[in-house]
């Protein structure tokens, strides 16, 4: 079992002893993400998986809070927020820009990348190297400012 997957089972029992419901909703929507992906790939996630695994939730909820919030039904919407708060907790911590371009400029370097063309080696690199601590759609956008 991967570190991260453990830790998140952790504070699962942690919010069930606390009576925590909207934490334990969030974590459970978690561990049921994780376990699909296992039982359908017949693998173990390691934590590079996971990380992967809760990003893609982190962005989901994000589309979720903005469609609800254009439809007018904020309580769908704070629900939404709840669940992307508990989920980000789980998630390393955010890069900042400068570290963000730092990385994106020696992927540049490592792939000798002159332009548009080689943007998928180059996001090939960075996407390790960000998962989970960074909005890919966003990094995505530096790396065509770039060329």
Not at 122 to 136: L, Y
Request: hydrophobic residues 45%.
């Amino acid at each position: 079992m991967s570190d991260l997957k453990a830790q998140i089972t952790e504070q699962m029992k942690d919010a069930m002893r606390a009576k925590d419901k909207a934490r334990l909703g969030a974590i459970r929507l978690m561990l049921a993400e994780i376990k699909r992906i296992e039982v359908d790939e017949r693998i173990e996630l390691d934590d590079a998986r996971v990380l992967a695994v809760l990003d893609k939730m982190v962005k989901q909820r994000r589309d979720s809070i903005a469609q609800y919030l254009a439809a007018e039904r904020p309580e769908l919407a704070d629900k939404e927020q709840q669940e992307l708060e508990v989920i980000q907790n789980f998630l390393p911590q955010p890069l900042s820009d400068d570290e963000i371009n730092k990385i994106i400029d020696a992927a540049i370097a490592e792939t000798g990348a002159s332009s548009m063309a080689a943007m998928g080696q180059v996001m090939a690199i960075i996407k390790p190297q960000i998962q989970g601590r960074a909005d890919m759609g966003a990094v995505s956008k530096l790396v065509k400012a770039k060329f």
